[in-house]
């Protein structure tokens, strides 16, 4: 069949100029993943059109909650790549579509469960939060509508992990930009047209989800040999290996909406207007960053197909590749967004502190976003060669004492401002840890032994 012809063909990450796979993996996923967070963006600027304010502040708490649902996701998607990867670069491809269909089958069943014990405690998370009033209803509102999808958002997360395992970056990348499409054709008439407001923009969301989910498998079916029949007997035989990659990486980005949670509580002392702020950033780095979101996704496969391949010495190479390209990518967007500081702010409407925060982060904080790239593509490195809860402690770290402890301590002195400044400081100190983690594992790799 054409799927398996095109699983038989070499793996394409273990020949070549790996800056070139590195920055071809992450560029194409990026743009998949820019797509979604530049919708949200586009959420949030109509959302501030309507001049509501709890409309605005709503959207960031929401934004709080659903970054830790898609950080469930990721963390399942990344133990996938690494068993999926490695058995396209042994040139296995019956593990490989076995692998694929146990990391499905898990991720719609976790996936089910973690959605409804969320939507469950929508009420007490959004209050821990800081929302307050008609702002915490809202919140609760949208996410009441939206939540219920995560299962068809787990299904598109690990068919773009498993379509980046076999190094199609192409398939990923459009997988995610068809929903992009979704959305922006939906939310105007939602939102404005049928004059829906918050509930316009979930209901366009979940449409955007069930394109990524449609698109994905149907790429997986027709091009990559598609997935076996799932028997229970073989997902638990495989759930151990699974879990054992899960665990740790969904631990490992957990850690970042737990911090980012701690970020909007403490900024919701000083108001709406400062949460505000926080939200248009917030929506605004995955979509100035999303090359660096990516890397993690991107640089993961890539390792793993060496490692399949018994290639180490292209791991490392890999590896400092993707640091350099991280480099290159801070100071270019860093640039970009200090010279349109003003439109943006412009373009949201921003005044007073909530302006002041979207001209803070496109200004030095900015450049700071280094050491979080510097931080992903440690974590690649950690989970593909058998040290993910090495990725965790980083992650945890970073998002604990690296944001609560700066956060804190700047906030007491400047504000809202502070807790910005606060949390781009603490991440230097633990981008080093992760590079010095990396190359020690680097150099002497655990890997289990692959099942014959």
């Known amino acids: 069949m054409k799927g398996l012809?095109?699983?038989?063909r070499k793996a394409r990450s273990v020949e070549g100029n790996l800056f070139r796979h590195v920055a071809v993996m992450a560029l194409t996923s990026s743009v998949g993943l820019m797509?979604?967070?530049?919708?949200?963006?586009?959420?949030?600027?109509y959302i501030s059109w309507l001049g509501r304010a709890e409309?605005?502040?709503?959207?960031?708490?929401?934004?709080?909650?659903?970054?830790?649902?898609?950080?469930?996701?990721?963390?399942?998607?990344?133990?996938?790549?690494?068993?999926?990867?490695?058995?396209?670069?042994?040139?296995?491809?019956?593990?490989?579509?076995?692998?694929?269909?146990?990391?499905?089958?898990?991720?719609?069943?976790l996936g089910g469960v973690f959605a409804a014990l969320v939507w469950i405690a929508l009420e007490p998370i959004t209050s821990a939060l800081g929302a307050t009033g008609r702002t915490h209803d809202l919140t609760v509102h949208y996410l009441a509508i939206v939540i219920p999808s995560q299962p068809l958002l787990m299904v598109g997360m690990?068919?773009?992990?498993?379509?980046?395992?076999?190094?199609?970056?192409?398939?990923?990348?459009?997988?995610?930009?068809?929903?992009?499409?979704?959305?922006?054709?939906?939310?105007?008439?939602?939102?404005?047209g049928f004059g829906w407001d918050l509930t316009g923009a979930a209901l366009a969301s979940v449409a955007a989800r069930v394109v990524i989910a449609f698109y994905a498998l149907q790429a997986i079916i027709r091009f990559h040999g598609g997935f076996d029949r799932p028997s229970l007997r073989q997902v638990l035989a495989d759930a151990g290996p699974v879990l054992a990659l899960a665990v740790p990486a969904v631990l490992t980005q957990v850690a970042t909406p737990v911090g980012q949670a701690f970020v909007t509580r403490?900024?919701?002392?000083?108001?709406?207007?400062?949460?505000?702020?926080?939200?248009?950033?917030?929506?605004?780095?995955?979509?100035?960053?999303g090359v660096i979101f990516a890397l993690t996704g991107a640089i993961g496969p890539i390792i793993g197909q060496n490692v399949g391949a018994g290639r180490m010495?292209?791991?490392?190479?890999?590896?400092?590749?993707?640091?350099?390209?991280?480099?290159?990518?801070?100071?270019?967007?860093s640039g970009l967004l200090f010279v349109l500081r003003a439109p943006i702010a412009d373009l949201f409407r921003a005044e007073g502190l909530t302006r002041d925060l979207v001209y803070l982060f496109c200004g030095p904080l900015?450049?700071?976003?280094?050491?979080?790239?510097?931080?992903?593509?440690?974590n690649a490195a950690c989970?593909?060669?058998?040290?993910?809860?090495?990725s965790t402690l980083v992650n945890w770290g970073r998002h604990t004492s690296g944001t609560v402890r700066f956060a804190l301590w700047r906030g007491g002195y400047w504000g809202a401002q502070g807790v910005l400044i606060g949390q781009a400081v603490g991440g230097v100190l633990f981008g080093l840890l992760a590079v010095w983690l990396a190359l020690r594992v680097i150099a002497a790799p655990r890997l289990s032994p692959r099942r014959s």
């Open 35 to 45: 797509a979604v967070f530049f919708v949200d963006l586009i959420n949030m600027v």
């Open 383 to 390: 989970n593909n060669l058998g040290r993910p809860f090495w």
């Open 266 to 289: 403490a900024t919701a002392a000083y108001g709406e207007a400062a949460v505000a702020g926080m939200a248009i950033a917030g929506r605004l780095t995955p979509v100035a960053f």
């Open 366 to 378: 900015a450049l700071l976003w280094f050491f979080n790239g510097v931080i992903f593509v440690g």
């Open 158 to 192: 690990i068919g773009g992990a498993v379509l980046r395992s076999h190094g199609d970056a192409r398939r990923a990348m459009m997988m995610t930009v068809w929903g992009a499409v979704a959305t922006a054709a939906l939310d105007p008439v939602l939102i404005f």
């Open 55 to 109: 409309l605005a502040a709503a959207i960031g708490y929401a934004g709080a909650v659903l970054f830790f649902t898609t950080s469930f996701g990721i963390g399942m998607s990344i133990a996938v790549s690494v068993l999926v990867s490695r058995a396209v670069g042994s040139r296995d491809p019956a593990a490989a579509r076995e692998k694929a269909t146990t990391g499905m089958a898990l991720n719609i069943v």
């Open 313 to 333: 010495d292209r791991v490392r190479r890999a590896f400092l590749d993707a640091l350099i390209f991280t480099g290159l990518v801070i100071v270019a967007v």
């Open 5 to 8: 012809r095109v699983q038989e």
